[in-house]
């Protein structure tokens, strides 16, 4: 348990599998086991609470977006298993097929489960399961930042398909050459669109895709067999491991590549980045396994904490669904808004924040829109505010962004 460069806790909990979910309020996280064991950590108590067996084999875990339950999808025996947020079971669902994954909404009280077997993908809400029918099997899928679409892959049929969640319809599909893996996907702003990259499953190659008007916009061979790819809004890089030792850099701009200089002996794999962007923490496999954190932008060693096979790192902001829009939004913002107002301070027009506590949802989306009229309904003698051309996928990001600065956290963030 890593803040910033300082180790605060550890514990010991074997065969991690599926990857860390955090309680809504950050107090709490839950880590799930391939054999099926799920663990609880508070944070406010620094210490382990509790830990429970849901099943023999285990997929991964979701967190409802209340944080009053926690959804074990399992292989074996098939089914979902609820657990309440002390880990204590109450409801086991059966499911007729092996589940890919299950994942949380946070715009709603539901949750998304698809199959490696079956052409189908649920939605859980309560205790009951509606299914919609889909061409083929997801071996692996996730859920785009907005939660509009579910974006998978079949590795039966070597396609990307993407439907819409609420009806099933499928909106778009290509053929691939290697299986996307999804899980590992990467999403950022630039120029007006949404963009994510994956890697693909033993390949060289990293797809770069464009969002809501779907469409591949590229195809990279970056070399080596790696598994994920990572960014931060405040960086201008994807960081794509690639299994050889380094990192290939990808410009989110121009989609030129270049290397990060970050291993010197053994493989570096999987980074993850801090709340701020700060820092950039790195698994570096090899005979001195370790967690080296670095720099992301000069990719100076900051520290070096010792570790034996060290693999996923999961940070609150970083991995909750809840701040996806808030993390785009932020790169809209710097993008599109940047001129006239600063996060926390004043500068030519107010702060965000200030906009964000003394303002209404409906008045902010009405300046963003129509400016010159809703500066006269203010009392203002007139507008100094330019006219911001936004999609609605614009807005709602911004929007996010925005009223996050509520909160302090977020606001300390950009100071």
Known sequence: LIEDLRVLDRFVFPNVHGGVKFSPDGERFYVPSRDGRVAVYSLKEGKLLA??????YLRNIAVSRDGKTVV????????????????????????????????????????????????????LEGERISYREVEEPLEDFFIDPFERFLIGSSRRAGKLLVYRIDTGQKVYEEEMGALPHLFSAAFWYSDGSFYFATRHVNSPQVSVWRMYDWKLVRTLKVGGRGFFVRTHPALPHLWIDNGEGDFVLLDKKTLRVSRAPVAEEGKA???????????AYVSLV??????????????????????????GKYNFLMKSRRFYPYLLGREIFMAKCWGCHHQTRTAFGPSLRWIALHRTRDVIISQILNPEQTA?????????????????????????????????ELARLDR
Do not use: W
Request: net charge neutral; glycine share 8%.
């Open 51 to 56: 830990q429970v067996r849901a099943c023999v």
């Open 269 to 279: 794999t999987h980074v993850e980045f801090s709340a701020d962007g700060r820092y």
């Open 72 to 123: 074990a999808s399992c292989v074996l025996p098939p089914g979902l298993v609820l657990l309440n947020r002390d880990l204590k079971p109450f409801r086991r669902i059966p499911l007729e097929g092996r589940p890919s994954a299950v994942y949380e909404l946070h715009r709603r009280d539901a949750f998304v489960l698809a199959f490696r077997d079956k052409p189908l993908f649920g939605l």
């Open 376 to 408: 006269e309904s203010m009392g203002y003698t007139r507008s100094v505010m330019p006219r911001i051309e936004m999609t609605p996928y614009e807005i709602e990001g911004v929007l996010a962004f925005i009223e996050g600065l509520r909160d302090d």
């Open 286 to 311: 090899g005979e001195r396994g370790a967690l080296v954190v670095y720099d992301p932008l000069n990719f100076k060693v900051l520290k070096t904490l010792e570790a034996v096979h060290p693999a």
